[in-house]
Nanobody, 121 residues
Framework: QVQLVESGGGLVQAGGSLRLSCAAS????????MRWYRQVPGNERELVAD???????NYADTVKGRFTISRDNAKNTVYLQMNSLKSEDTTVYYC???????????????WGQGTQVTVSS
């Protein structure tokens, strides 16, 4: 079994910064795509940023230039550095990883539990 544990959410003033972390644990053989999503209640989950195993990244237009996704393959961890935060960034953020385990060579999707980010104006 694979578990993703997120940390780093909290309350910050507009213009401030937060860094989210998401660490995967379990019988992990390999990790492919790592992503961050966010979801406002009543809306669909929105892809915020994506990083593949080779390091290439993609960002939603709403966060380009402000957020940076990175990964540490040795630690099976993905990060989201969020700068110049705005009130509209307030919501729950979820990490996502494509993971192959020692017992199943196929890749399956795993989600973190979510972490609340609140930006006060």
């Amino acid at each position: 079994q694979v578990q993703l544990v997120e940390s780093g959410g909290g309350l910050v003033q507009a213009g401030g910064s937060l860094r989210l972390s998401c660490a995967a644990s379990g019988s992990i053989l390999s990790v492919g795509n790592m992503r961050w999503y966010r979801q406002v209640p009543g809306n669909e989950r929105e892809l915020v940023a994506d990083i593949i195993s080779g390091g290439s990244t993609n960002y939603a237009d709403t966060v380009k230039g402000r957020f940076t996704i990175s990964r540490d393959n040795a630690k099976n961890t993905v990060y989201l550095q969020m700068n110049s935060l705005k009130s509209e960034d307030t919501t729950v953020y979820y990490c996502y990883m494509h993971v192959a385990t020692a017992w199943s060579r196929a890749y399956y999707a795993y989600w973190g539990q979510g972490t609340q980010v609140t930006v006060s104006s």
